[in-house]
């Protein structure tokens, strides 16, 4: 087992990373002395699969177990979704010590982090992640919240886990697709800070893409390590550090927007706007074309796509002067996407990467233009 620490003073946390290391589970959280009522927010698929290897290891410890299952659905980060879990909680919490397991993918992580920090104005919760993009990305780093009508990220909050608990042999059961789209973010890290990871993929993709044990664990481990260092450096986004992370984001939310979050997994869509941002940076000459090219062979070897399929430009814009109507000038996204003070992270080399201003937007245009594919 690999033990990280994120350091944020009181809030400081624990990444444990391991291959089938759930048994240990139970015994860790005995240690942390966070509770002994668990309180397991996860989906009836996630449930079946590793259920009972969790109710084990936590019983074994003396845990009381009570399992609150949201549906398999992108939806189900929502605020009735999340009221409706208060209601069954709040019910059941007589006299109890309770804390929250988040035990899934990011989805269920952001809600039941955020049902953790409202539910009695906070109350312990540790991240049991069970997809890569949870493990690398998501489950790290305190950023909870839930999806709402008028907008994306409006309904949220810094709120640390008191562990994050990540068991690689979980990753196992992922389809190539929920793969991908964690790998996606790990390229992402070796842009931005690794290239010893960006070579590490390049050299092991295929043994990623076949779930090997070691491949996994070196990449999960190494991309927690970027994380949680970004993550210490600026823990609530205000640093203009932890804002490295959005490479790819500022497009790839525009495409998920536009396509109204079904045609795109979230991964897929970071990988299209990781290729635009670093065509935009070969335009500006701070990235060489051998470096673009390179992480673009990445994207497409790994079977990410790096064109867009069935959507028109406009759609792309559009999607983001929509929202901009209900949400005005808090919305920074929008801001980097359309407003004259755009911000685009882009990478400068492999490893390295910097957020720039004023991004003319008629090269933006052309970049997302020339990955069109109309089909
Ligand atoms: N808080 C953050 O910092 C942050 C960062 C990135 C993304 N996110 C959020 O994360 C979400 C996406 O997360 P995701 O990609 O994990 O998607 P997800 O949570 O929807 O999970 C994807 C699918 O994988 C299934 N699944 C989960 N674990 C599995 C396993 N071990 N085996 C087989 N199937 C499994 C789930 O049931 C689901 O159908 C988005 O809502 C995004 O906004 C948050
Ligand atoms: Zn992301």
């Not at 949201?70 to 980060?77: L, R």
């Not at 890569?132 to 999806?147: F, H, T």
């Not at 907008?151 to 991908?180: E, T």
Request: hydrophobic letters at 40%; aromatic letters at 8%; glycine letters at 8%.
């Amino acid at each position: 087992m690999r033990k990280l620490t994120v350091n944020l003073g009181r809030r400081s946390y624990d990444i444990v990373i391991g291959y089938k290391v759930l048994p240990e589970f139970g015994r860790l959280l005995r240690k942390l002395k966070i509770g002994s009522d668990a309180v397991v927010v996860t989906n009836p698929y996630i449930r079946k699969l590793y259920g009972d290897r969790l109710e084990n290891s936590l019983k074994e410890e003396g845990f009381s177990v009570r399992f609150e299952e949201v549906p398999d659905s992108k939806t189900s980060k929502s605020d009735k979704m999340c009221l409706n879990l208060i209601k069954r909680i709040a019910l059941y919490d007589e006299q109890r010590t309770l804390f929250i397991i988040a035990f899934g993918g990011g989805v269920i992580g952001d809600l039941a982090g955020f049902l953790a920090s409202i539910y009695k104005r906070g109350i312990p919760y540790v991240q049991l992640p069970t997809t890569l993009l949870a493990q690398v990305d998501s489950g790290i780093g305190g950023k909870v919240g839930i999806d709402w009508t008028y907008g994306k990220n409006l309904i949220g909050a810094f709120y640390q886990p008191k562990v994050v608990f990540s068991d690689i042999s979980l990753l196992k059961s992922l389809n190539l697709r929920q793969l991908r789209s964690g790998l996606a973010e790990v390229i992402k890290y070796g842009i931005i800070q690794d290239e010893g990871l960006f070579r590490y993929i390049e050299k092991r993709y295929l043994g990623i893409l076949k779930l090997n044990e070691n491949d996994l664990l070196h990449i999960v481990l190494a991309s927690s390590k970027i994380k949680a260092h970004i993550v210490q450096k600026d823990e609530r986004d205000t640093e203009g550090k932890r804002m490295l992370l959005n490479l790819g984001h500022t497009i790839g939310h525009a495409i998920e927007a536009a396509t109204k979050y079904t045609l795109y997994s979230h991964g897929e869509a970071i990988a299209i706007g990781t290729v635009c941002a670093a065509q935009i940076a070969k335009i500006l000459r701070l990235l060489s074309p051998d470096s673009f090219q390179r992480i673009e062979n990445l994207i497409l070897k790994v079977g990410l796509p790096v064109k867009i399929q069935n959507v028109k430009l406009t759609e792309i814009l559009k999607a983001q002067l929509h929202d901009k109507k209900f949400i005005g000038r808090k919305n920074r996204f929008v801001l980097q996407f359309i407003g004259r003070k755009n911000r685009f992270v882009l990478p400068v080399g492999i490893g390295k990467a910097e957020v720039r201003e004023n991004v003319p937007l008629e090269m933006v245009k052309k970049v997302i233009k020339s990955r069109l594919e109309c089909t």
